[in-house]
Structure formats: C-alpha cells, structure tokens
C-alpha cells in the first residue's frame, strides 16, 4: 500500500517538473539588490541585450558615480552573464530530475524451419520512479546552489567597480595635481638658472632646484601611467568598449562620511548573510540529501519492471512481465556509500573553514574601514590644514620681504607628500568600506572563489 502510494505521488510529480519563468533569476536578482543596491537580469535574447546596452548608454552620457559604475557593470559585465549560464545548466538538471526516465522497447525476431518467433517488450525504470521524489530534492538544492553561485558572482563584479572606481579616481585626482607640480618645478627651475647666469646662485641651489624638476618629471609620468592603468581596470570591470571608452570622471573623490559605521553584531551578519556562508551550509545540506539517497539505494541500484509479449507462427500470442534486477553479488553498494559519507564530510568541514574565515575576515575588514577612516580624517582635518597655514604664513613672510621666492617654492615642495597621502588616505578609505560591505554580506573581499557545490555524493539512480 505504502509502495503505491509513493509511486503515486511520484507520478504526480513527474508530471509537474516544468522550467520557470524566469530561469531562476529572481532569486539572483533579490539576492544581489540585498547586498549591492542594484539588481541583475538575465540577458537571454537580443531585445535583453539592446535593453541593456540602451541604459548603459543613457548613464554614460553623465560623469560616473559609485553607483552608476555598479549599475553599468551588473548590465554590461559579459563575464558575469557567462557566469549566469549556470543557472539554465542547473534549472535544466532540475526538470530532468522531476520527470522519469523515457520507457525502453525491445523488439527480437527469430525465424528457422518454418517458425517465426517474435518477442516484445517496454520497460519502465521502477526504482526511479521511487526515488524521484528525493532525486527532485537534490536537484533543487542544486539549483539553489546555482543561485547563489551567480549572486555571489555579481557582488564581486559590483565589489569591483567600485574599487576601479575609486581607484580611477584618484589616480586622475593626482595627475592634476602632479601637473601642477611640475609647472611649478620648470619654473622654480628656469628662475634658478637664469640666477645662476646672473652671478646671484650658486651652483648647489640651482641643482636641487634642477633635481626637484627632474623628480617632478618623473613623477608626473609615473602618475599619468597609473591613470591609464586606474581607468583600464574600470573599463574591464564595467566591460566597456569603442565608443563607451569616452566616459567621465567626477574631478575629486567623494567626501568622507560624518562618522564610520558601527555594525552591530558583524560576525554573526556574515554568518546569516554572507554568500559564500550560505552556499557552503547548502552544499552540505545536497551532499546530506544524496547521502540518504544512496543508502536508501545501496543493494538494489538498478529495478526495471515492463510488459512483455511473445508470439509464435501457429500458436496464439503469450502475454506477460519482465522484471529486470541487479544482483549484489560482487558489489553491495559499500563503495557507494563509503563514498558518500567522504563526500559528506568532505563539506561539513569545509563549511567550518567557510564560516571561520568569514568571522576572521569581517574583523580585519572592520579594523582595516577604521583605520582608513581615521588616517583620511587625520589628513583632511589636520595635516592638510597644517600645510595650508604653514604656506599661508610662508607668503606673508614673502610679502613682508622676510623670505625669498625659493623659500616659497621649497614649501610647494613640502606639500606634494602631504597632499599625495591625503588623496590616497581618501581612496583607500573607500576602497576599505567597500570592502567592509563585501565582508558582511556579500563573499570574501579578497575575491577568493566560492566553495563550489559538492560532486553529487550518490551514483545517479536508474534512468536519473
């Protein structure tokens, strides 16, 4: 009775596995506007794709923002819609899983002396149809899995482009001001020389006004590769090309918050919301599926039952069933199951190692955001200041005749340090709260890999 009331409602369930809507990317896309802000779809035909390239478009035509890079780069990041495959990979296995295997037809004819022999028979997959209930378990695990596998996915694109971002920048941020530098160096310089041609230098003085030109030189080109270099990575991150290569850049950094952010019990944040977190605890939750799929499988792996008929020349048509059955003689199913339960442990530990290292680096991403927040803070509210009243004085000492226009120009020199650690103090601090963010609710922000779902811990059953 219990037999055919499960092959029932395994009956009923084959008969309702069907694709979703939406591929599964609502879930992708919930998941994702959770963490970053912005959502993410699923570009399956031209119309998506032109879609997308037209919103692209319109948030080009404005100087970026934070925002609007991880906009661009959720729309137009090829490598992450390759990444979304997967879930039509993982959807199409589920639909598999919910529908039994198709029945076998077995024809053989035989003839000699007269007589014609005539055998047939269909046979349909019983043991998976028993088991199909718990098969299509562990395909929407896998699924889910899947899901998951492209939210993290998109986080660490969005994570992304917002560090290029930043990144850009400020490296643009100090091309501007190493250009000012050096007009102030060449003509620090020129001045020099012509003192020396008129007797009023000596030879030292001029060579370290020389020297200051020649490091200033240096140094403009140096910071006008990184820009290229800043500006590059934010064009791979946001997967522009051609035409789009033409985008601005706001002139400066954001400005810092009022005050850093508190987060109230982050450690156990990341346990409940981190991706990485979660696919591992999902993970092992398959891998406990096929576990009992496989025990509940261990001595009978193979049941086929089907009708069959015979028919002789001169004699009337025999009818009857054919069961077919692997016999556990040589193997009973212990490999399988040793298997199993390796594969099952295999993913409780790396579950223990996933959530460590999530507790770990969500304390050292909090002390990182702190520290930057409170160097950029230091520069912007002191050291910055300081030098600003330092040249101030300078130039009255100048206008007073107290100094000399080199004095000046020595304390332009003072300033490039100074005002060189504040814009990085300033990029580095975002690039920090990015990481914090990435850190609580998102994956590692080293952007190491997820932990991929285990290999199924059961053979497959018969016909699934």
Known sequence: MKLTAAASAALLLAGCASFSPDGGAGKVSELTKERTGQSVSLQRSEADVESASSRVAELL?????????????????????????????????????????????????????????????????????????VASQVAQRQLEQAQYQAAFDAVGVAAEARKAFFGAVAAQDLVGYYEQVKDAADASNDLARRMLQAGNFNKLTQMREQAFYADATANLARARHQAVAERERLVRALGLSGGQLAFKLPEHLPELPKAPVEPKDAEQTAIDKRLDVLMAKRSTEATAKSLGLTRSTRFINVLEVGYANKSQTGEGRQN??????????????????????????????????????????????????????????????????????????????????????????????????????????????????????????????SGGPALGAAKAAAAEPAGH
């Open 320 to 445: 009857g069933y054919e069961v077919e059955l692997e016999l556990p003689l040589f193997d009973f199913g212990s490999t399988r199951t040793a298997r199993a339960e390796a594969t099952y442990m295999q993913a409780v530990h790396r579950t223990a190692e996933v959530a460590v290292n999530a507790r770990s680096e969500v304390r050292e991403s909090y002390s990182a955001y702190r520290t930057a927040f409170d160097l950029a803070r230091h520069y912007r509210d002191e050291v910055v200041p300081l030098r600003k009243r330092i040249s101030e004085e300078n130039l009255l000492r100048y206008n007073g005749m107290l100094s000399s226009v080199f004095e000046l120009l020595a304390d332009a020199r003072d300033q490039v340090t100074t005002v060189t650690a504040a814009i990085e103090a300033q990029r580095d601090y975002w690039i920090a709260e990015t990481n914090l963010q990435t850190a609580l609710t998102g994956r590692s922000p």
């Open 61 to 133: 035509k404005q100087p970026l923002t934070a925002e609007s890079a991880v906009e661009i780069a959720l729309l137009n990041n090829r490598g992450l819609q390759a990444s979304f495959s997967e879930l039509g990979i993982a959807e199409a296995e589920r639909v598999r899983a919910g529908r039994l295997a198709n029945p076998t037809f077995s024809f053989g004819r035989l003839s000699g002396h007269g007589v014609t022999e005539i055998d047939r028979s269909v046979m349909f997959n019983f043991l998976g149809l028993l088991t199909l209930p």
